[in-house]
């Protein structure tokens, strides 16, 4: 790219000496990439003497093409700035469905209106997505135990999780009093978290592990929560989901004196170099909106 720079300066100022004046570079430098253009071109571009040069016929057809070329690489370049110095185009994210719906959908109108020249296509899946094969600029990914990655993983917060169930289900089959009473319930299982067949349990210092049966399985913790609600069985699930449930009475919470998995909230993108302005937005709007509830404790 420098090499063909420095051959249009030399043609449209008529001399290596104003050349080199005009991109910096030493008379030795102008002249050593007009020879490395040639020889990789195989045919003489310029004709020079000590005192002028002119151009040879193939000379003056590969100047009018790469004219055009660099031109258009200007543009480009230019096209790119509004990306470069503001949040703006296309924002692609993946996120899960019942986070997002739970704790910040109602904020994205805002955070839209705050950004004017961007634009949010955001995805609600509860599969883990391929970012780059599938042109992602960010996905939001809970995890027990994030794995090894290309990928730059930023956590934003934890869920802590609770056992609980409609007071109507602990009312027909009592409430356990401890992990192992779990095994004899009908556990309503989200299938696509780290602990769907066993629950993990801690009491000064002591750890249980409960495998779990029931005849609900499914990939939606929305769906779960439904299914709590209507009485259909217990389920351990993070605190966030449920705690409007509980304050409400429609659900109760089994075992608090025990602690259970915290599953890990993480922005994953691509490259920690070059984070476009829309990117470190969005990474700031997700710390802002999630920084309270990564305090939240459970009751």
Known sequence: MTALKVFRQAVELGSFAEASRQLRLSPAAISKNINELETRLSIRLINRTTRRMSLTEAGTLYYQRIVRIL????????????????????????????????????????????????????????????????GYDLAIRGSDNLEDSSLIARKLMTLRHVVCAAPGYFERHDMPQSPPEIARHNCIQFTLSGHVDEWLFRKAGRSVRVPINGRYRVTSSLAVCDALRAGFGLTLIPWLYVKDDVAAGRLQIALDDWSSVETSIYAVYPSRRHVVPKLGAFLDFLVAELRDEAATDVP
């Open 71 to 134: 031109d258009d690489l200007d543009d480009a370049d230019r096209s790119l700035g509004p990306l470069q110095h503001q949040p703006s185009g296309l924002l692609r994210v993946s996120a899960p469905m019942t986070l997002t719906l739970t704790r910040l959908s109602a904020a994205l109108p805002a955070f839209l209106d705050r950004h004017p020249h961007l634009s949010l296509d955001l995805q609600l899946e509860d599969r883990r997505v391929d970012i780059v094969k599938e």
